[in-house]
């Protein structure tokens, strides 16, 4: 719940609003127009940072920054999102102790700013990260978002379903301290996708704390074809890989499960040979659509029935993301991810 204004006006602190885009033009207008409607005090900069926009994303900014003198707008020639929050820290960062990472295509709550500044006031924590909702707007969308928020999609993330306020290992990036973010390195340029629990790994190793906020969760839109749900996932593997690797890290059960949906699919090719070997692959097709059906019937919404085959997606994805980073890392580990597009949200 946003706190009241009299609380906003006795916030000792401010941040620096940064937003990492490409070709956002369908959602970069309402995200600019909700953080110029934040306090000058609580917000000292909007920064842009776009990875080279062919559409009319640029424009947006531009006429936006003649309105509202907070809005800049800044080149990210790397393009991905760890980069382009890297650079508007190095420009901007000394403006405000906090800066807030915001998605371009997301909804945020009213007196959002706010309410993370008044929790770290609160908790001294030194980053404040948030929990997220996926929405959809099309039937393929509602499919996906309805597999996303589902523990078929998401394992149990604690940063996918309502937040419940306590210090967590990793959520969904929003506020951080500018100071604990230089001292860690700010974000591992080398990587396209899973910057943010990379990151969160090296914050938790030096001592920094991560409260994850109630009240403050935000609305994510998913990608609107299974293609693009596939290769958004098939990302998301390759950055876990990357994270596991760099670290030396355990993999946890809900990422250890569907790293093995891509052999179970190549085994069931072989099937034709050996019947018993599409076994496996068919338990986890028939389990998926199941769940997805059974979802759907209970929220009493048609599209919902196919957020099993988004789930497949989802799952195979970040298996062949996963599998091919183990397989390629030593010729194209980190230049494959710095050649990636612009990273999603994780």
């Known amino acids: 719940m946003p706190i009241a204004s009299e609380e906003l006006a006795s916030l000792p602190?401010?941040?620096v609003v940064v937003i990492p885009?490409?070709?956002e033009e369908d959602y970069i207008q309402g995200v600019l127009d909700h953080f110029a409607g934040e306090p000058e005090h609580i917000v000292r900069k909007i920064v842009v940072a776009d990875g080279g926009s062919a559409d009319r994303t640029i424009e947006i900014v531009e006429a936006c920054s003649r309105r509202d003198g907070r809005i800049v707008l800044l080149n990210n020639v790397r393009r991905i999102q760890s980069s382009g929050i890297n650079r508007a820290v190095e420009q901007y960062g000394d403006l405000a102790p906090f800066i807030i990472r915001v998605d371009a295509h997301a909804d945020y709550p009213a007196g959002f700013c706010g309410t993370l500044l008044a929790a770290q006031q609160m908790t001294g924590a030194d980053s404040v990260v948030v929990s997220m909702t996926a929405r959809g707007v099309s039937c393929f969308q509602k499919a996906a978002a309805a597999a996303q928020n589902s523990r078929l999609g998401n394992g149990g993330s604690a940063h996918r379903r309502s937040a419940e306020g306590r210090f967590v290992d990793h959520g969904h990036h929003a506020l951080m301290k500018v100071n604990a973010f230089r001292s860690v390195g700010?974000?591992?340029e080398a990587f396209s996708h899973n910057?943010?629990?990379?990151?969160?790994?090296?914050?938790?190793?030096a001592g920094?704390?991560?409260?994850?906020?109630?009240?403050a969760d935000i609305g994510y839109y998913p990608r609107t074809s299974l293609a693009a749900l596939f290769r958004q996932y098939r990302n998301f593997g390759r950055g876990r890989a990357m994270t596991i690797l760099k670290h030396r890290m355990k993999p946890k059960l809900r990422q250890a499960i569907p790293v093995m949906v891509g052999p179970a699919v190549a085994l069931s090719a072989m099937g034709f040979v050996a019947p018993v070997l599409a076994i496996p692959a068919g338990l986890w097709a028939a389990a998926s659509l199941f769940y997805g059906v059974l979802l759907g019937f209970s929220n009493k919404d048609g599209c919902e029935c196919g957020s099993g085959v988004a789930a497949m997606a989802m799952h195979l994805g970040f298996s062949v993301g996963f599998i091919s980073h183990l397989v390629t890392r030593k010729t194209a580990g980190a230049p494959s991810a710095r050649r990636s597009a612009h990273a999603d949200i994780g």
């Open 195 to 205: 910057e943010d629990a990379e990151l969160d790994f090296r914050l938790t190793a």
């Open 208 to 215: 920094y704390r991560i409260y994850l906020c109630p009240g």
């Open 21 to 23: 885009c490409l070709n």
């Open 186 to 188: 700010g974000y591992d």
């Open 13 to 15: 602190s401010s941040a």
